[in-house]
Structures are given as C-alpha cells and as structure tokens.
C-alpha cells in the first residue's frame, strides 16, 4: 500500500527540539528547515508509516510560521494531487503576535482542510494545552495568553466537526506538563516529546485499520536538558526571546489583565469558555 504524508505546520513540524545529535546548544530554530538537523514527530511518524506501507513524505513546515503563512505559502506546495495524510499543526507563533486574529486564523485553517480533504487527506490535528503553564509565566501573563489559545482551539475543533480526521488533545496527556517533555527551551517538544506525539498519531491510525508493523519508539537516544542547561539557556536565549516579544505581546496582556480583572460584562465576554460550556459536537 502507497501513502502520501505531507506535514504543514511551525517549527514543531521541522523537528526543532529534536536535533539528530542529540545537541542541545542552538534550539532557536531560527530559519530551520525539516531535515536540517532536525528530526521531529513527523518524521518519526513518516518512518514508522515505512515500516508496513510505500511513503512518500514531505514536510513543508517552516519555523516560526503562522497560521496565514500555511494556508497561503505552504499548501500551495503541496501541489494539487491525491493526499493521503496530512498534519496540520500550526497557530502558537499567532497568539505571541499583536496582529493575532482569531477570525482570521480560523478562516485560513479551514481553507486548508477543505482543500486538503478534498484531495482525499486524512487530516493530523492538536488542540494546545496551556502553554502558558509549561513556561512558568505569571499569572497576569498567563490569562490572556490562555485565552488567545483557547480561540485557537475553537477554530481546530469547528475544523474537527466538520472534517473529521485525528485531533490529539494536548492537555488531555498529563506528560505534557513535565519538564522532560519539552526541550530546554520548553517552547519546543524535546526528544520524547516528539516520540510521545509521534506514537499517539500512530496509535491512533492503528485504531482506525491502518497497519503499523513497527510503531515509534518511545526510548530516547539521548539525556533530557539538565537544570543548568535550563539556566544558561534562560540567560542566553530566554531573556532575550521574552524582550523581543514584549513589543507585540506585553502590552495587550497588560490591557488583557487589567480588563479581566473588571466586574463587568466587557470582562465577562473575554473569558475564555471552559470544555463544559461549549456544544456537545466541540467537547470531543
């Protein structure tokens, strides 16, 4: 059997976090690309998938796209022919930006599953957990950032209702929130971070017929960062990374903040809804 896998998506699908050495000294992921160093849950998924059927894999994800960047730079390059599977994971770096749309995100995500289930793709997806949480944010930091993912997971659940496909849901997994799951830069899955998801997409395909003689490993080749990896990369990377992003995210948090702290409607109307409060067909 021939399977046609093609992945869109940010710096999580180019494999950042999960560097082919094992080294741990440059994870910005600046300008990478799949391949470049850089293995990941999709390409681990993608040799799994080999192991039983003919793959033809491509990954077009690119670091630090957004959710526009997919839809109108990299679907394009998938071409217009049959698709078997397609990942599509992407909307974080969205949420970090002052021209972050949720209306405008949920138009383009839904663009691309059209099209690509229109060519025949069973479509990968996530819904994002807290990240806000794995960071160790502040609290007044952390809402709003919630917030804006929690849109972005409302989008991913009316492209889940109405194209079907396998959707992961990031929270769901209580491993998400431990540190060894992420890289040092806990914006990125580390080595068993990519694992873990490239098993759970595995095991999911396998629950709905299709045959994986040989699923992802969960055993890493290679050390978690140790707590002075985490430190010199605070002071080296993270710092820098937060004052770069102040300029677009700090100031509509504070606004955010402020505004959620009001008893009033205004207030009310931007709380984020809970799984609970919404329609049956989004809470799975």
């Not at 502040?138 to 950032?145: A, G, H, K, T």
Request: hydrophobic share 40%; with cysteine; proline share 7%.
């Amino acid at each position: 059997m021939s399977l046609h896998y093609v992945a869109l998506g940010d710096s999580t699908t180019v494999g950042v976090g999960d560097p082919m050495n094992g080294s741990t000294t440059d994870l910005s992921g600046a300008g990478a690309r799949p391949g470049e160093g850089w293995r990941g849950w999709a390409s681990l998924l993608a040799d799994s998938l080999a192991s039983t059927h003919r793959v033809t894999f491509s990954n077009f994800a690119t670091s630090g796209a957004t959710v526009p960047v997919v839809a109108t730079e990299q679907l394009p390059s998938t071409g217009d022919g049959p698709v078997d599977l397609a990942s599509l994971i992407v909307g974080v770096n969205d949420t970090l930006r002052s021209t972050f749309d949720a209306g405008r995100i949920r138009e383009h995500l839904n663009l691309c599953a059209e099209q690509l289930t229109a060519r025949g793709a069973l479509v990968l997806t996530v819904r994002f957990h807290d990240h806000g949480q794995v960071f160790g944010l502040p609290r007044w930091l952390r809402r709003p950032l919630w917030h804006r993912i929690e849109q972005v997971n409302l989008a991913y659940d009316d492209l889940h209702a109405r194209y079907g496909g396998i959707r992961l849901d990031m929270a769901d997994d209580p491993e998400v929130y431990r540190r060894d799951f992420w890289s040092v830069d806990r914006l990125h899955p580390g080595e068993r971070g990519h694992r873990k998801l490239a098993r759970a997409f595995a095991d999911e395909l396998a629950v709905r017929g299709l045959r994986i003689d040989v699923p992802p490993d969960l055993d890493c080749a290679y050390r978690p960062p140790s707590k002075w990896a985490d430190a010199a990369w605070l002071v080296r990377e993270g710092v820098p990374w937060v004052g770069r992003r102040a300029n677009d995210l700090l100031p509509w948090a504070a606004r955010m903040a402020l505004t959620q702290s009001l008893p009033s409607s205004e207030g009310m109307r931007l709380r984020p809804k809970k799984r609970e409060e919404l329609p049956p067909v989004l809470r799975t």
